[in-house]
């Protein structure tokens, strides 16, 4: 064991107030029930193409975003994105919008589920091709450095994504260059159908980056405290100036790959036995009824949960689309 | 019996060189592999090394000399039985003390025929003869003293002072910081200095050739070229992707493609192809200033050509613009890049067959400046399109269809292509030469669409 993953078991668990731990319970709620929502406006027709959801993997954005500096640092992820940017503190009516293509949204309606971005909330995106947001991310990193500005990037890919050569190449010149990243492989156990086994030689992801001396660190990613944790000394470590660090956060989607999926490479019973075992927030709650926490209360937090994402919904069915010259506006910037 | 040794060519199409250093000196002895010179062109350091045992006989040509010529007698070897003349080593030149370049690319930099200057200096404003390599690295030095922002990356940048020594002297007035070595990672470093340009740099990034961006394509139309638009006007990407393009001569079918009409038919991209060293400074400063993602074109032929430049504190030219590189009223030849010069000698041919042809460099190929194509047609009423690269979805078939769709009524003859071969580029110096573009086919073709002349 390396000397990341020996801090990390020194301490597994973020000790997290009673407020904190309230806030990433609600985190995790809000993002649950806005993708549940979001799974309803796609079945009907309000939300159209590919559209990945988030459920099951709550955990992993709203423990790791928890520890970043939302002033300094920056995001970027894949298509599965509107958890991080639900995570970030990102209004969901601007995002549903999005989803559901109209002007309001955070896009202008031009980028879909899979393309969304938040200048002003250092989120870079929402990339829809498997890996790019790795060397992106990279690249965000480097701009820290350049800028000298302490702030460090944090770049989501999956396991599927965790294959891709461009991954290894940014590896490499961000251990080489010493860039503040924090590299996260959400295994989820599968890419589309294809599970973990089936496409890895090394299925211990946290390992890939050993060639490049990137320490790393596997995580329980159904865990939000876990996270945290392992958030905080990933974050201490890459902060100090020493280089990337790579997390593995073990997480489980439920719903298919996108809306459309056959459900056939896996079993009815491992879905379920996830969603009963291992929810992570059905954790977070149970651990807030240990310190107190009254039924009534946490009902509470749901109606207004969904109340929020009711809202969100609304609007993003009832604004206007973009306005057909919009075709033709932001293709470049300047003009010539 | 005294051996002449002869100022070797590092490359079929190398002329003259400097003779940067002697290792030798007279009365030395010398054995096959030794080391005797070190020969330098303007892109290229090679070691100079013997055949032959013997002794060093005269030095004749003295090291620092410039210009010498592929064959002058540089010095004589007394040897028992002399055989042949010494070659050039075909291992990397030791490093000088300075960063110096030490290994030659493959091919060699022939200045051909040097074209008059396009456009005529501002009155007053004084000229000075600059190649287009030293007109490109004066682009990116200026910017990168300007703002702080710009930096550039690529493989060999810093230094080994670039592949093509584009970027030489770079690293040694910005250092490592701004001036970075990658390693052979194309779409890594792409994808990288998208990032960065997305973070708000300002990235600079060389490919040694264009040939090896198709690894790095992803970044540079997924990534780099889209995100404007799909962020709905949010997250800009300010990159340039330089370097050369197009056939060098003699590498092959892998080293020789003209990528122009891959990033031209990109929405979300600005595609720049210079011909000579004014438009080269000008055009790159204006790239590496711009909002958009830039694909910057060069041509490897083109950079050991020289040039009039005005000397001026900001030599900017504006990106999207034509210009007219020779007026002429009887036919229209359009072009960028080598094909320019190419077309400017086929004009003079004609001219002295009473055919007057305007040549016009389109020097941005994205946004393409239609005005001045259908402007010109308006005037000449006929028009060829040359293009060193493939016919086929070419450049040519996009100025074709322009012609057709918006200048129709003013054709009084087809428009025509001249282009290369539809082949991939061979490497045998006879059907290299049968494949690519040249003056004479260019005049040629406009031949066939201009009416005999008495
Ligand atoms: C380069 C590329 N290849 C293929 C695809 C199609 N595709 C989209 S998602 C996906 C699976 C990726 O799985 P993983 O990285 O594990 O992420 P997850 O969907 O599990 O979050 C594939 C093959 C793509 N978008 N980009
Ligand atoms: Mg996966």
Redesign the interface.
Known sequence: MDALQIAHSAQPRYAASDEELLKFYEQMLLIRRFEERAGQLYGLGLIGGFCHLYIGQEAVAVGLQSALDGARD?V?TGYRDHGHMLAYGIDPKVIMAELTGRAA???????GSM?????EHKF??????VG?Q???????????R??EDGGLCMAYFGDGAANQ??VY??F??AA?WKLPIIFVIENNGYAMGTAVKRSSAETHFYRRGAAFRIPGMPVNGMDVLEVRAAANVAVEYVRAGNGPVLLELNTYRYRGHSMSDPAKYRSREEVQEMRDKHDPIDHARDELMKRGMSEDALKDIDKRIRATVSAAADFAENSPEPAPPELY??????S? | MALELKMPALSPTMEEGTLARWLVKEGDAVKSGDILAEIETDKATMEFEAVDEGTIGKILIAEGSEGVKVGTVIATLTGDEGVSVPAPASGPAKPASAPAPRKAPATEVKPEAKPAPASKPAPGSNMKTVTVREALRDAMAEEMRRDSRV?VMGEEVAEYQGAYKVTQGLLEEFGP?RVID??I?E???????????????R?IVEFMTFNFAMQAI??II??AAK??????????CPVVFRGPNGAATRVGAQHSQNYAPWYASV??L?VIAPYDASDAKGLLKSAIR???PVVFLENELVYGRSFELPEMDDHII????ARIMREGSDVTIVTYSIGVGMALEAAKVLAEEGIEAEVIDLR?LR?LDRAAVLTSLAKTNRMVVAEEGWPTCSIASEIVALCMEQGFDDLDAPVLRVCNEDVPLPYAANLEKIALIDAARIAETVRKVCPRKA
């Open positions: 920056s970027i949204g955070i896009s202008q309606g031009k980028g393309h969304m971005f938040s200048i870079y995106g929402g990339h829809g091709i790019a790795v060397s992106l991310g990279a690249g965000l990193a480097f701009a820290h350049y800028r050569g461009q190449e940014s490499n010149m080489l506006t932001d293709v470049l910037v300047e010539y | 930096f910081k990658t390693p990672t779409y890594g470093f792409a994808g990288i200095g998208t990032g960065a340009a997305m973070g708000g740099l990235p992803d970044h997924n990534s995100t404007n638009y799909m962020s709905g006007g949010q997250m800009r929405p979300g600005v711009s909002e958009d504006p990106i999207g613009k941005t946004p």
